[in-house]
C-alpha cells in the first residue's frame, strides 16, 4: 500500500525541489523530473551548479509535492544521483523528460551543446522514500531500499577518488605544467653546468614553486570573485574563467583565501628551510629571499591590491614569475651559481609561451574581463566594440609564437648546444594551431557568426598554446640533459 502510495504521488508530480551539498556549501533547485518506477530521471546543463556538486557528492535529497495538493501531501527522498553516460538510457531519460515539458527540447537536441557536453541527463536512485501525510492517522511512513546503497568499500573509495578530484580542481592541478617545466629547465641547465646534482634541493624547490602556484591560483579565484569577473564570464571553459569552485558552489570565498594563505605560507617556509641549508640562516637575505619574496609578490598582486592583470600587466607578471625567475632559481639553489647569460637565454622562451598561455585564454574572457574593468591587452587590442576584433590580439600571439622560436634557436647556436634545437619540433603544433586560429578568425568576422559558440571553436587553439609550452620546456630540459651526457 505504501508503495501505490508514493507511486501515486510521484505520477502525480512533474517537479521537484533538488538539494545538493559540497563541502558545506548547500544549493536547491527546482527542476522537472519523470520517474521510472522509484528511479528519477531529470534533465540540466553540465555546468550548473547542481550538476557540478554532485560530480562531487552525488548524495542528494529531494522533495516531490503536486501541484494543486490540499494540505501536507509529499515525498522526501534521500538518494544518490549520478550523471547518465549510457547512449540508450540517455535516449530513454530525454523521450521520458520530454513527455513532462517541452521547455528544454531546444537544448536537447542542439548538435553544438550536445558535442561540447553541455546538456545531461541524470539519475537519482533512492535509498530512502519518506510519505507524509499530516492529514492522514499515519502522517510518516517510509521505505528503504537497500539495493540502492553502495557498499562500504565502494563508497570509501568514491570518497578518496572525488577528494583527489576536488583539489585537483580547487589548485587547477592540469595547470602546474607551467611550474614543472621551468623548475626543470633550470635543474637541467645547473646540471650541465657543474655535472652535480641535489636531488632534495630539487624536490624542496619544485614543491615550494608547486605550493606557490597554487596559492597564486587560488588567491586569483578569490578575487576574480570579489571583482564579479568570473560571475560575469558566460564562456567559461577548463582554460579560462578560473576554476569556477566559488561559482559551483565547491568551496565558499572565505575559504579559497584561507587555502591560498596556506599554501603561501607553505612556500615561504619551504624557502625558508632552503635558506637556512644553503645560506646558513633562516632569514639569511640571500639571492633565494631576493627571488622568493618577488615570486609571492607577483602571485598574491596579479589579482589583488595591485590588480596587476587588471591594469595590463599581469601578462609581465606571468612573464617572469613563470620564465626568467623560477628558470633561474632552480639553476642557481644547486650550486649558488649559474651561468647568468645562458639561462637567462633559455628561460625567455619559456616566460613567453606561459604569458601567452593566459593571453589566448583572454580572448574568451573579452566579454567578462571588460565588463569588470579588467583591461587585459586582449581588451585593449580587440577594441571597445560590441563585437571584438580579435584580429590584432591574434597577430601579437603568432608574433610572439615566432620570436620565442626564434630565441631558441639563437639561443642553441650561441652556446654551440645543438641538442636544444628539438625544442623546436613544437613549431609543428604552432603551425597548426596558427591554421586554426586564422580560420576561426574568418568565421567570427562573419556577418552571421555565431558569438556564442564560436568562442569554444578556439578552444583547440588554447590547447595546442599549452602543449607547446610545456612541450617546448621539456625539450628543452631534455636538450641539455642529452647535452651533458653525450
Avoid at 9 to 33: C, H, I, K, P, Q
Avoid at 102 to 113: G, N, P, Q, T, V
Avoid at 415 to 423: D, G, V
Amino acid at each position: 500500500m505504501l508503495k501505490e502510495k508514493i507511486m501515486d504521488l510521484m505520477e502525480r508530480s512533474d517537479f521537484m525541489t533538488l538539494s545538493t551539498s559540497v563541502a558545506g556549501n548547500s544549493s536547491a533547485a527546482n527542476v522537472y523530473f519523470s520517474n521510472d518506477g522509484l528511479d528519477i530521471y531529470f534533465f540540466t546543463f553540465n555546468p550548473t551548479r547542481k550538476a557540478v556538486q554532485i560530480a562531487f557528492n552525488p548524495k542528494v535529497q529531494c522533495v516531490i509535492r503536486p501541484d494543486g495538493e490540499d494540505g501536507i501531501k509529499e515525498l522526501q527522498i534521500d538518494g544518490f544521483a549520478k550523471k547518465i553516460t549510457d547512449t540508450e538510457e540517455k535516449d530513454k531519460a530525454r523521450e521520458a523528460i520530454l513527455k513532462v515539458t517541452k521547455a528544454f527540447s531546444e537544448y536537447m537536441h542542439d548538435d553544438f551543446l550536445i558535442a561540447n557536453d553541455v546538456v545531461g541527463y541524470y539519475k537519482i536512485e533512492p535509498t530512502v522514500i519518506k510519505y507524509v501525510d499530516f492529514f492522514a492517522e499515519t502522517q510518516f511512513e517510509w521505505i528503504e531500499i537497500p539495493d540502492n546503497k553502495p557498499s562500504v568499500i565502494s563508497e570509501l573509495l568514491g570518497n578518496v577518488s572525488r577528494t583527489i578530484k576536488y583539489w585537483m580542481t580547487v589548485v587547477r592541478a592540469p595547470f602546474l605544467t607551467a611550474t614543472i617545466a621551468p623548475i626543470l629547465l633550470g635543474s637541467a641547465i645547473a646540471y650541465k653546468q657543474f655535472g652535480t646534482f641535489d636531488w632534495s634541493i630539487f624536490w624542496l624547490v619544485l614543491l615550494g614553486a608547486i605550493f606557490a602556484q597554487c596559492g597564486t591560483n587560488t588567491i586569483n579565484d578569490y578575487f576574480d570573485h570579489k571583482s564579479r569577473n568570473d560571475e560575469l564570464n558566460k564562456l567559461a571553459s577548463p582554460f579560462n574563467g578560473g576554476s569556477r569552485t566559488i561559482q559551483s558552489g565547491l568551496m565558499t570565498p572565505a575559504n579559497m583565501l584561507f587555502v591560498s594563505v596556506l599554501f603561501f605560507s607553505a612556500t615561504i617556509g619551504i624557502g625558508l628551510e632552503l635558506n637556512n641549508l644553503l645560506f646558513g640562516d633562516y632569514l639569511a637575505m640571500s639571492i633565494l629571499m631576493y627571488l622568493g619574496l618577488i615570486g609571492v609578490f607577483l602571485g598574491i598582486m596579479y589579482t589583488g591590491f595591485l590588480k596587476l592583470a587588471y591594469n595590463g600587466l599581469g601578462d609581465l607578471a606571468v612573464f617572469i614569475g613563470f620564465g626568467p625567475l623560477m628558470v633561474y632559481g632552480a639553476a642557481y639553489m644547486q650550486n649558488q651559481s649559474v651561468d647568468p647569460i645562458t639561462t637567462l637565454l633559455f628561460s625567455v622562451p619559456v616566460g613567453i609561451f606561459i604569458a601567452l598561455v593566459l593571453f589566448i585564454n583572454c580572448f574568451q574572457d573579452y566579454n567578462a574581463d571588460k565588463a569588470a574593468n579588467k583591461n587585459s591587452w586582449v581588451v585593449r587590442l580587440a577594441g571597445p566594440g560590441n563585437k571584438a576584433n580579435y584580429r590584432a590580439p591574434f597577430k601579437v600571439w603568432k608574433n610572439l609564437m615566432m620570436l620565442s622560436f626564434t630565441i631558441i634557436l639563437g639561443a642553441s647556436l650561441y652556446t654551440s648546444n645543438l641538442f636544444t634545437l628539438i625544442a623546436l619540433l613544437p613549431l609543428l603544433i604552432f603551425n597548426f594551431a596558427s591554421k586554426k586560429g586564422s580560420s576561426w578568425l574568418d568565421q567570427w568576422e562573419k556577418e552571421d557568426a555565431n558569438l556564442q559558440q564560436l568562442p569554444y571553436e578556439l578552444l583547440i587553439v588554447n590547447v595546442s598554446t599549452i602543449g607547446i609550452h610545456f612541450l617546448t620546456g621539456m625539450l628543452l630540459t631534455l636538450g641539455f640533459l642529452l647535452s651533458t651526457w653525450i
